[in-house]
């Protein structure tokens, strides 16, 4: 079933922190802050992503 456009199954404020931290923690691994790795599993954790999935896998060309 489609998610009505009237009843989303997201808040826009939600999706706006999602989008923020995925920013943040991508500006933070090109830093040196954190490693690519670390950044990879914790975008999977909040997006409730398998961890073997290759979504947000760092260690393969786009």
């Known amino acids: 079933m489609k998610p009505s456009p ?3 199954s997201m808040s826009d404020a939600d999706a706006a922190v999602r989008i923020a931290l995925v920013r943040e923690m991508t500006e933070a ?3 040196g802050a954190v490693s690519w790795s670390v950044r990879d599993r914790r975008l999977r954790a909040l997006f409730h992503i398998e961890e073997n999935s290759r979504a947000f896998d760092s ?4």
Do not use: D, E, G, L
Not at 59 to 62: D, H, I, K, N, W
């Open 6 to 8: 009237t009843n989303p």
């Open 29 to 31: 691994a090109r830093s």
């Open 59 to 62: 260690s393969r060309p786009c």
